[in-house]
């Protein structure tokens, strides 16, 4: 699985938009892109995932830059409950034993 | 609709004890997976499962052992628990015939585990 790298730390006022960035200059043309978060205390949560193009669904917003070497997570209107830990995760989707390897993430935080 | 629980969410027990993690998902997913969560370590895979009786160790399995007789359930147990394994362990499963979602993980809640 490529490696991932993301800011340690970011802030964001509340009501604005998150962006989250990951860079994966080692990514192979087969390896998605996953986005799973993590609230204090809590088991992680998926939010997203793409390959090439741009997704959307109902919590954020993934692009992926046309190289594929990056990518930079959306969350349109940060909440207060968005604060968390945000991972970005490369692999191969084999649809098969899917262990995660979840690095040190970027901690998010919403400010009032 | 109880997703994927985890019990109990808090344990506090002595070293050398056995100790037994339950998770249970409802979703009748055919990929269960057990992680621990130390501070700077992040989440370890520690053992995972593709399907009942069919199990493999991941990252750092040295001192649990897994079972899995149903499909719905995956125990992790601690044979003679260790100060090291104090840990917040997560269960999570998953399932590839899930239309428009692959490798996509659904975790529990965790359990507090304190070995002292």
């Known amino acids: 699985d490529a490696k991932t790298t993301q800011p340690p730390s970011m802030d964001c006022a509340e009501g604005r938009a998150a962006n989250l960035p990951c860079n994966h200059s080692?990514?192979?043309?087969?390896?998605?892109v996953y986005w799973y978060r993590q609230i204090h205390s809590q088991g992680p949560q998926y939010i997203i995932h793409g390959l090439k193009n741009n997704e959307t669904n109902e919590m954020a917003s993934l692009i992926i830059t046309e190289d594929r070497k990056s990518s930079t997570l959306i969350l349109p209107h940060a909440t207060l409950r968005d604060t968390a830990v945000y991972y970005c995760i490369v692999r191969v989707a084999m649809g098969g034993a899917q262990k995660l390897v979840f690095g040190q993430g970027t901690r998010l935080t919403i400010n009032p | 609709d109880a997703g994927i629980t985890q019990s109990p969410r808090y344990k506090i027990t002595e070293t050398g004890r056995q100790v037994t993690l339950m998770c249970h998902q409802t979703w009748s997913h055919s990929y269960m997976f057990w992680y621990r969560q130390d501070l700077g370590h992040g989440l370890r895979l520690i053992y995972y499962s593709a399907a009942a009786d069919i199990t493999d160790k991941g990252e750092v399995p040295d001192g649990y052992v897994v079972s899995r007789s149903k499909t719905e359930n995956f125990p992790l147990t601690l044979e003679s628990a260790t100060r090291s394994q104090t840990s917040v362990y997560f269960c999570a499963s998953s399932d590839p015939r899930v239309a428009g979602v692959t490798d996509t993980q659904y975790f529990g809640p965790g359990t507090r585990l304190t070995v002292l």
């Open positions: 080692t990514i192979s043309g087969n390896e998605y």
